[in-house]
């Protein structure tokens, strides 16, 4: 079963850098779409970051444009934030589909991680 695990979130001061780590088992074929997603209180959950194993497709929210970078090692996907802001602070989803192509839609990934807590203070 696949199974996604988030790690590295945690209190950083504006303008500081965090490396997300979601640790990814279970996947059967390497046409897989994966990405970020965040919520923050009171907020609707939003895509940080998508990519697709199937196309090399990647794209960003402009909100994260030149600050966040995406990336994968073996079954491993990473979340490389810097320049953080204090309206970045939500919580962290790793999620997975096997879908061909990236999404930004939160509905067409049926597999999610539990979330990490990122907080950025003023």
């Known amino acids: 079963e696949v199974h996604l695990v988030e790690s590295g979130g945690g209190l950083v001061r504006t303008g500081g850098s965090l490396r997300l780590s979601c640790s990814a088992s279970g996947f059967t074929s390497d046409d897989w779409a994966l990405g970020w997603f965040r919520q923050a209180p009171w907020k609707e959950r939003e895509e940080v970051a998508c990519?697709?194993?199937?196309?090399?497709g990647t794209h960003y929210a402009e909100f994260v444009k030149g600050r966040f970078t995406i990336s994968r090692d073996r079954n491993t996907v990473y979340l490389q934030m810097n320049s953080l802001k204090p309206e970045d602070t939500a919580v962290y989803y790793c999620?997975?589909?096997?879908?061909?192509?990236?999404?930004?839609?939160?509905?067409?990934?049926?597999?999610w991680g539990q979330g990490t807590q990122v907080t950025v203070s003023s």
């Open positions: 990519f697709s194993i199937y196309d090399r």
């Open positions: 999620v997975a589909d096997t879908t061909n192509f990236a999404s930004s839609v939160p509905d067409d990934y049926r597999y």
